[in-house]
């Protein structure tokens, strides 16, 4: 009889333990089967077995679902924009979590000549649409040297007077900052990623200089008398260059970010190895240029970004497709009857995994 009760009350504990397992499934970090493939009692899911999950089962419409580190739920770091409120516990909130990164599924690349904006919707076709002439602008202005956008969608643009907000369904412009007198004459306008340390995640609205390729950290504030902070140049005095037309910056990943400019010799295009603009990746704090490639293509005055290339558009009205591993470049489409002066996106674009 004693045998047929400790018995019994062995099953009970084990039936107890299992229940306790399952119901209070909160920390795995000392599971040491976590991360051996498989998905054991108490994980639901475990290196690159998901059980059959993705992004759709947990109300994303796309993207790379991941476990988590502790196999206890899933990572939907890079699962694309999430279109229910399925979101469970086990689930990391993309929505809220700023350390978390969810590009666009779409992302208008807007583009302007010294009078009008464009835009295009590489999520749809190629086709160059038109917004409508710059509104609101004063008398004499020199026009848009280049526009940018924020992570938020705002859009700006840069003249020798100052900055810009520009209405991007009218093309309706208020002003928004007056530059001191002897300001640099900025060939180059983008919002840029990484340019803080303290905080990688933060959009800086960066101005390279037509002269001498200078990297400048605009700051718009009326409380300084100097909203220009110098970070450096495109790795000036060792080489020449200098900015040929535009800047674009982008977030890669949750903590990973990319910024891209295109270079020209200090000579103009007349030496060996100037023969065409160069695409460079730049070091976001300093300015420092590394050099991928010729693209091709002369004054490549404004860049934008989508997929997996850098979108051109150059002086002479030639829209150019630039790969961002090699610099070659392809013709999309010539437009004999404009000038294109600026560019620019989000910092968030769509991105292909």
Not at 266 to 278: A, N, Q, T
Request: glycine letters at 10%; hydrophobic letters at 30%.
């Amino acid at each position: 009889m004693k045998l047929i009760y400790s018995s019994l009350l062995i099953s009970i504990l084990a039936l107890s333990c299992v229940e306790s397992s399952e119901n209070n499934n909160t920390n795995n970090v000392n599971n040491l089967s976590c991360g051996n493939g498989s998905i054991d009692q108490g994980e639901i899911c475990d290196g690159n077995n998901l059980a059959g999950h993705d992004c759709l089962d947990e109300g994303f419409l796309g993207g790379a679902l991941m476990c988590s580190s502790d196999c206890l739920s899933y990572d939907t770091t890079f699962c694309n924009n999430n279109t229910t409120n399925n979101t469970t516990n086990n689930t990391t909130n993309n929505t809220t979590n700023n350390t978390n990164w969810v590009p666009p599924t779409n992302s208008r690349v807007y583009v302007n000549t010294k009078d009008k904006l464009y835009y295009i919707d590489p999520g749809e076709s190629n086709d160059l649409v038109e917004i409508g002439n710059f509104t609101g602008m004063p008398d004499g202005y020199s026009g848009f040297y280049d526009i940018a956008v924020d992570e938020d969608g705002k859009l700006i643009g840069i003249t020798d007077d100052g900055l810009y907000v520009i209405d991007k369904e009218t093309a309706e412009c208020t002003l928004d900052f007056s530059f001191p007198e002897s300001s640099p004459h900025f060939f180059a306008l983008s919002y840029v990623k990484a340019v803080d340390p303290e905080n990688i995640h933060a959009d800086k609205l960066i101005g390279a200089s037509a002269e001498d390729g200078e990297w400048v950290l605009i700051e718009p504030d009326e409380m300084l008398q100097n909203p220009f902070i110098h970070l450096g140049y495109y790795d000036y005095p060792d080489y020449w260059y200098v900015s040929s037309g535009d800047i674009v910056s982008i977030q890669t990943g949750a903590e990973s970010f990319k910024t891209y400019s295109t270079l020209k010799c200090g000579s103009y295009y007349e030496d060996s190895g100037c023969e065409s603009d160069w695409l460079a990746e730049i070091d976001a704090e300093t300015g420092d240029a590394r050099l991928i490639g010729q693209t091709g293509y002369q004054q490549i005055f404004a860049l934008g970004f989508w997929g997996d290339k850098v979108y051109g558009f150059t002086k002479y009205g030639e829209y150019i497709l630039i790969n961002v591993d090699t610099a070659e470049s392809e013709l999309v489409q010539e437009f004999t009857d404009l000038q294109f002066w600026g560019a620019g996106n989000t910092t968030k674009p769509y991105i292909v995994q």
